[in-house]
Nanobody
Framework: VQLQASGGGLVQPGGSLRLSCKVS????????LAWFRQAPGRQRERVAR???????LYSDSVAGRFTISRDNAEKTAYLQMNSLKSEDTAAYYC?????????WGQGTQVTVSS
């Protein structure tokens, strides 16, 4: 099983980034997909989740600014991040989960700074 996250980088406040998470080795359509983030010295937190039936859930800190989506044909999850703030700076991780099964991708760094 592999989850390959990409799309991070340096962006100015107010800017946008789109993260991608390419998944292989699982029956993709069955899995819920989520994006987490972890800033230095802080606990990892979930920011968005999308179910196999495309139901979306967001943390209060990103609701209205971030959008999670999935492309089942491409076996890829996305996180569109708009109106980025300095407090969004963190390593972002994707996760696939189904019942007791869970798999993590490596982090992709997002830095919001002028």
């Amino acid at each position: 099983v592999q989850l390959q996250a990409s799309g991070g980088g340096l962006v100015q406040p107010g800017g946008s980034l789109r993260l991608s998470c390419k998944v292989s080795g699982i029956q993709f359509t069955m899995y819920n997909l989520a994006w987490f983030r972890q800033a230095p010295g802080r606990q990892r937190e979930r920011v968005a989740r999308i179910s196999g039936t495309f139901n979306e859930l967001y943390s209060d800190s990103v609701a209205g600014r971030f959008t999670i989506s999935r492309d089942n044909a491409e076996k890829t999850a996305y996180l569109q991040m708009n109106s980025l703030k300095s407090e969004d700076t963190a390593a972002y991780y994707c996760k696939a989960e189904w019942g007791s099964y869970e798999y993590w991708g490596q982090g992709t760094q997002v830095t919001v700074s002028s």
